[in-house]
Structures are given as structure tokens and as C-alpha cells.
């Protein structure tokens, strides 16, 4: 679907993987002071100071995580690096270095592996974060990826899932199910391409959601957000399986139940569209579509007047005793059980 411009191809063999290296990092800089040695060591060296750190990996392969055919590689690069970022700062913590580690078949050229890096640089531009380190390697199929990302944390002010209380607000940033709705479009836009290759797909109208599944973003600003108003979460964690999970989570972990109201969840009006185009239930989307890179968090009830009517947050819900279960609250006022249902790449049949 995505046509190859670039037409010099340089094979990688050509390199070495030393070369390669060298190639790839040569445009990283590193930008924070904890960074004491980043590339070209056996190892890196980061400075500890007295915060805590932050450590958090993921690991990305072709078929199961991602599909090349509709996700141009620099949006990959830029895309691996946000979903781990992510994870920092739902831990109330602030990204500072990445490791990346990547394995390719000789299928990919020098060419398609500077525009992952190019991807990956933009993101470490955009967030503030060094890259200090990785490997390369060669795989007999396909890519991975797999990305380390490392934060700091003032000591004792890490925001964990297992510490939500029973009356404490359930609260959201941003908006829901736009990236799982603009998966769906995509998909759809690869099969109609399969049939028609000269068929060009018109996605004016689903600009936003195309956007949240290929070029997300993390939350960095929300740290920032909470502080100002003076609120610090109880618990914590990013939608990155869908809420319903995160909420499972959170509950499971905190000993906690939940009532998580319908007409609360925040929906952008093109995912309300084309959840009536493509015949899905919009709340079904927002509980279980994931990939949103949102934050989910809970506050004391204290600060109900510090958070409402901030336009960052939706309060969707409340903490209950853990012997009522998580529920849904809907429309008509029917309480549904909630169930984790939300992505899982071991189901998933590519
Ligand atoms: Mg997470």
C-alpha cells in the first residue's frame, strides 16, 4: 500500500553491523546531564543521583505487534520509542535514555533502517530522551525490535497500580478508542488494496484516528498538569490494552472494585463516526480498543473540585469496596460486569 520511493538500496551486508552502528547514531545527541556515556562503549554509564529509576522494555515483532504494509517505518521508530516512554510516565516519572535492539532479515536495506532511526530520533527529540545504547543483528525473518526506556522518579513520589482506594475518583486523559478504530481503517484500506493496487484511498475522514494509531503520542505534559493543580494520583497506569484491562489492573491489584460510567467516556466525534460506519459499538471500542497511550488514574475524592471541567481529564467513574466487582454503568442506568477484554498479541491471528 505504501509505495518504496527511496530507490537506492544498500544492503546492510555491505556495512557490517559496526558500520552499521556507526552510521545510524552518528546524527543522536544526548541531551540530559544523567547521561554520562551513551554509544560507543561497552557500556553506557548514567548518573544515579538521588531519585529512584525507572526501568521498562518492550518487545515488537513483525506479523504480531505491527504490519509493514500500512505503517511506514519511521512512524515504527517513532511509534516503539512513545509506547515505552508511555510506561515511564505512568509511573509519574520522567523518560531520560533508550536502548534499542533490532534484529532484520536481509529483505530490509541500509535505506529502510535509517528511516526507523529517523523515526526514533524524532522521538527522542520530541520527549527529551537519549539514545545510549543496543544491538543489531541479523533475523532469518522479518523485524524486531525491542526497546528498553529508562526514567527518573523524585524518591517516594512513583505512582503505582496497586494503591487505589475505595471512594477515590476514577479519572482519564484524552480521549478513547481512536487508535483501535484507526487500525480497523487501515485494515480495510489493505484489503480494498490487495483487489485494486491502483486504488487510492481516501482517508480524509478519519485523520485523527489514522493519526493515533500511527503516530501516537505519550503523556508526557500530565505530570506537569497534576502538579500545577496539586493533585498527586493514588494509582496509576497507561491504556495501552484498552481501558477495561487497565481498569482490571488497577482493581485486581489494589484490592478494589469499580463503577465506570458510560455517558463519562471520552470519544472523539470521528470515532463516534466511524464506530456507525463500521457497525461497532462505541463503548465496546473504548473499553477494549487500546492503544490509546492515554493515562488512567485515580484520585481522592478531595480533589474532585481541583479536576473537573479540566478539559485534560474525564472523571469516569469512582472506586468502590473490592466485593462489588468492576461494573459499567450504562445510559439506560443498567450495571454491566466488566470483563478484560482488551488487546491481547497472543490472540491475535495475523
Ligand atoms: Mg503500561
Known amino acids: 500500500m505504501l509505495e518504496d520511493k527511496n530507490q537506492q538500496r544498500t544492503s546492510l551486508a555491505e556495512l557490517g553491523e559496526f558500520g552499521l552502528i556507526n552510521h545510524i547514531t552518528k546524527y543522536f545527541k544526548t541531551e540530559n546531564l544523567s547521561t554520562i556515556k551513551a554509544i560507543g562503549d561497552d557500556a553506557a554509564v548514567l548518573d544515579a543521583s538521588e531519585k529512584q529509576t525507572l526501568v521498562t522494555t518492550d518487545l515488537l515483532i513483525e506479523g504480531v505487534h505491527f504490519d509493514l504494509s500500512y505503517m511506514p517505518l519511521k512512524h515504527l521508530g517513532y511509534k516503539a520509542v512513545v509506547t515505552n516512554l508511555s510506561d515511564v510516565y505512568a509511573m509519574n516519572g520522567v523518560a531520560e535514555q533508550i536502548t534499542v535492539s533490532l534484529a532484520v532479515s536481509n529483505r530490509f536495506s541500509l535505506e529502510a533502517i535509517e528511516e526507523l532511526y529517523a523515526g526514533i530520533q524524532l522521538a527522542c527529540e520530541t520527549y527529551n530522551v537519549d539514545l545510549i545504547g543496543g544491538d543489531t543483528t541479523s533475523s532469518t525473518k522479518g523485524m524486531l525490535i525491542s526497546i528498553t526506556a529508562i526514567g527518573k522518579v523524585i524518591k517516594d513520589e512513583a505512582v503505582y497500580r496497586n494503591t487505589a482506594k475505595e471512594t477515590d475518583l476514577i479519572v482519564v486523559t484524552g480521549d478513547l478508542g481512536a487508535a ?171
Open 180 to 350: 483501535y478504530l484507526g487500525l480497523q481503517v487501515l485494515e480495510r484500506e489493505k484489503q480494498v488494496f490487495k483487489v485494486d493496487p491502483n486504488n487510492q484511498p481516501d482517508l480524509e475522514n478519519y485523520t485523527y484516528l489514522i493519526e493515533r494509531q500511527l503516530k501516537p503520542e505519550a503523556r508526557k505534559d500530565v505530570a506537569g498538569l497534576l502538579k500545577e493543580l496539586e493533585i498527586k494520583p493514588t494509582s496509576m497506569i497507561d491504556v495501552s490494552d484498552g481501558l477495561s484491562s487497565e481498569l482490571f489492573h488497577i482493581c485486581t491489584q489494589s484490592k478494589v472494585g469499580c463503577k465506570v460510567y458510560e455517558d463519562k467516556l471520552p470519544l472523539d466525534p470521528q470515532v463516534i463516526s466511524a464506530c456507525e460506519e463500521f457497525e461497532l459499538d462505541s463503548t465496546m471500542v473504548a473499553l477494549s480498543g487500546g492503544e490509546d497511550y492515554e493515562l488512567l488514574f485515580t484520585v481522592a475524592i478531595a480533589d474532585f473540585d481541583k479536576i473537573k471541567g479540566n478539559p485534560h481529564f474525564s472523571i469516569i467513574g469512582h472506586v468502590t469496596p473490592e466485593n462489588q466487582g468492576l461494573q459499567l454503568i450504562t445510559r439506560a442506568g443498567q450495571e454491566i460486569g466488566l470483563k478484560a477484554q482488551g488487546w491481547n498479541s497472543l490472540d491475535r491471528q495475523d
